[in-house]
């Protein structure tokens, strides 16, 4: 136990320390690198564009980080169905975390990066904050492929370029042919491009469970949920505005995630 709070502590202070690195390697060396073509016409420059579009993607994860956090689920309390004015606790629907100690509604799992867990009031969140993590993690993958590429002269045609780049770097580096500065960007693409997959491949697992209306917890239980339409699913997810919290990061406006779940 004292290992999972340990971790808890840990995990988000990594995502955090994570994400102020790639906000300056876009901000002070991948930007700045962007060079325009004075014979191309254009009325957006593109390292603007670029800025822009990161700037997009990292608002709407750090915003749904932050929601994740703040949406937290409810504290159940002691919900044995034997204290004076309360009801028992369906256990398909409810579950105690050992790391926050409380009772959640809904659970689906304990997110260790948020030190939170996720249930019905922040699930929509968290589903975007993947989503957003993800898109950001690759695309700083591609910012920091076309940096190095025109750095080091480097051709990503042939497609095992990218997986000599790292061991090959790592003896120039020895060497002297590679500065240091350019090795630690070589080394966060790996890092950015495992985030970015594990975050995707999380999302994807994410959405289906939501699609079959049912959570990582009942699904690891082997709990059997009543079948009920998708799109049903979805919306007491999303809510009626899932457009506009995909763009915005909000809280979970016109969707039903407070009313009880069906089990």
């Known amino acids: 136990m004292l290992a999972l709070r340990l971790l808890n502590v840990v995990a988000p202070a990594y995502f955090l320390g994570i994400s102020l690195v790639t906000f300056v390697l876009q901000l002070f060396l991948f930007l700045p690198s962007m060079h325009e073509d004075p014979a191309a016409a254009r009325l957006v420059s593109p390292a603007l564009l670029h800025g822009a579009f990161f700037l997009f993607l990292s608002a709407n994860a750090l915003g749904n980080y932050v929601l994740v956090i703040q949406n937290s ?6 919900c044995q169905g034997t204290l004076a004015g309360r009801d028992p606790c369906p256990a398909p629907s409810t579950h105690f975390c050992r790391v926050c100690a409380r009772v959640t509604l809904r659970h689906d799992h304990h997110c260790f990066f948020t030190g939170n867990c996720i249930g019905s009031r922040n699930m929509r969140n968290f589903v975007l904050f993947c989503l957003y993590t993800s ?7 591609v910012a920091g492929v076309a940096y190095i590429s025109a750095v080091l002269s480097i051709s990503f045609a042939h497609p095992l370029a990218f997986l000599t780049l790292l061991p090959t770097s790592i003896s120039q580096f020895f060497s002297g042919a590679v500065l240091g500065s350019e090795m630690f960007v070589i080394l966060m693409l790996y890092l950015w491009l495992a985030i970015g997959l594990a975050c995707a491949g999380f999302c994807c697992h994410q959405l289906l469970l939501i699609l079959r209306g049912q959570t990582r917890h009942q699904a690891r239980k082997g709990v059997a949920v009543r079948a009920r339409p998708w799109r049903k699913n979805l919306q007491e997810v999303f809510g009626k505005r899932w457009l506009l919290g995909l763009l915005v990061p909000m809280f979970n406006v016109g969707s039903e995630s407070a009313k009880p779940w069906d089990k």
């Open 135 to 141: 898109l950001a993690c690759l695309y700083s993958t």
């Open 73 to 78: 689920p409810d504290d159940l309390g002691a």
